[in-house]
């Protein structure tokens, strides 16, 4: 009765228009501002970056997840986190990597037959059609194991891991190539390129190799097609970030590198560390590759086969031309080219300066075969006075650079100056400082990497915290910082605290260029986008026995798992496929069985499938793991693990003793809740409530609810006329079940329809 009453009250109050905010508070702007102790400058920020509730924001960013192997979605200007994506690490709560159809996404990533179950995410990459982004695809590398992830933007769902074939770790990706053609993926630390082959430290210089792998992506497939996919062997030189060329330098890409002085640590042996040998020289070098004509190259017949994949070899690419180095100014970092495509600017951590390079001029010398020397792998080197636009000194550690919606406007991070710098690097001079907190990493501007920068916002990521937010032990939150570059000085807004791995870069989105899915066709599974084979309609659930396989084909619906009971025995295999029949929008369901370490989300229309061995005699309960309707509890039921060759000794369930009386009061409450019901349809009809196809999609599935009482009468009608009080209770309960979940949607219907300004109809 409670739950009655309660639809009741909801019904009325929302009649009434009490549903919305009645008190209003007593405090003026200036009271709170005393006592807060806010500035004008706090309360500017704080207007700037408030979107109340019913709004939405303008932005949408994916930032890496770092150690934490994931991706987290949040917007601009708000700064609220909307999600987490698991890409290479399990992900309890999607059910990633404790369900069959996304653990077989994980152990795509397997190498040399291990699961890993961890990454190291840096760069995210949205793909692109015109060197715009398009909202289609995102990619994110892991840096820890060479690998390369494809998240589908209609659902957020990591979709393939692809494994490097040839490096042994990598840094420089995700980047992709203006049309999403390639998605590039530099080498880090250089390794002998076979696979499992030793060869001492000794022979680095001439048996250990970098590289840089273009990942051909088939965009129709969705998916990254390794066989169409090529490396090109590099120098030992310890690659590091890349970016590709756009407008008049497409069909190019550029990689920088650190530690070119192949230097070999050892402090074991008494020799200085990796950090001394590796900044020694003054320069290091820049990689320019013509990846258009290294694609026809292997196209030709030109690669080697390294680990069955093809690459280009440095000789080879030499002799053909498609690769050159630039000197670049001590232990570079971040290799960014302009909107425009005409520069490359390249941020040397150990320097001052950021240098700017003229592709142009690159392409003039390279033209003129004027070269001032060959590496020692025979690579022709462009002297850097003769590839330099210019040199602008920033100040200490700069790292990386974004680019503003104003032409010739860049922002480069100083990690060591904990600021950002704003300059102009058409003409070489410094615009603005702004102190960040602390130790910035990259730092990012709305669409930034694109040909079409959206200006408004930067948001710096920031290394350290230190005293930002309130201490939660010795590991302090990572810093996410919302800067306001709309005017001619940035403006500090917003710090934002991730709790998670440390965020090494960022892409954001203009949100109306993302068409996410509302529901996926019934029985498909997410991770393929392919019909499941386990997909179940409405009324076909079973229990199929093959020997000691079991394999259950299940439905989920509020408020039932059908089947409700698994009767297996001892050492069987089982599978269970979720089909998640909802219609209605957000309608997730979750699926557990107590201790076998299975989890699915089961979102609208997703079929997915668990799988487990009983190896334990018992009783353990299933049930949804997500609250989807007042009777989300008892959306429930058991699976009996039985000992071998075990018989029922009893075979009917304990009864209820329900009577008469019992029956005639439950009609009762059904006819009391469809006059709810009438009641809420006959607002929704006199408004335009078509004009809301949100609202539509709601009244369709609380018809579909209401329908379903249709079968469940008849039940309880022929119970009743058997004198069956017992079962015709039961179903006639049934029927007001459907009900309820009926006048749910139509209260919830209802709201939206007033607080989205719906007229009177006639
Ligand atoms: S990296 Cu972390 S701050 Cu992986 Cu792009 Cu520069
Ligand atoms: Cu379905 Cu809770």
Redesign the pocket.
Known sequence: MRLLKQVAAAALAAGLGLAGNVAQSADTLQDVMKARGLSQQDLLAAAKTYVPTGKRDEFVVFSSGGQSGQIIVYSVPSMRILKYIGVFTPEPWQGYGYDEDSRAVLRQGRIDGKDITWGDT??PAISETNGEYDGQFLFIND?ANPRLAVIDLRDFETKQIVVNPIFKSE?GGAFVSTNTEYVLEAAQYAAPLENRKFYPLEEFNERYRGGVTYWKFDRKAGRIDPKASFSLELPPYSQD?SDFGKGPSEGWSFTNSFCSERYVGGIEKGRPPYEAGCSAKDTDYLHVVNWKKAAELVAAGKARKINGHDVLTIDVAVKEGVLFLIPEPKSP??VDVTPDGKFIIVAGKLDTHVSVYSFEKIQAAIKAGKFESKDPYGIPVVAMADALHTQVALGLGP??TQFDSKACLAYTSMYVDSQVAKWNFCEGKVVDKLSVHYNI??LMTMEGDSVKPAGKYLVA?N?LAIDRFVPVGPLHPQNHQLIDISGDRMQLLYDMPLPLG?P??AVAIAASKLKPAVRYKVGTNSRTDAAHPGATRAGEEKIVRKGNKVEVFATLIRSHITPETIETEIGDEVTIHLTNLERAQDETHGFTVSTYNVHASVEPGKTVSVKFKADKEGVYPYYCTEFCSALHLEMQGYLLVKPKGWKPTKTALAAQNYTETDYKATLKKIVDTQAVIDQVVAYITSVNYKDFPEVVAMVEDAFDQLGKTKDAKAKHEAAAGKKDWEQANLWAEQVWQYQVKTADLGLRAKTFLEQNGAKKVK
């Open positions: 840096h760069h840096k840094h970030l970092h971040g790292l990386h990493g990259h990521l290394k440390e090494h870069y």
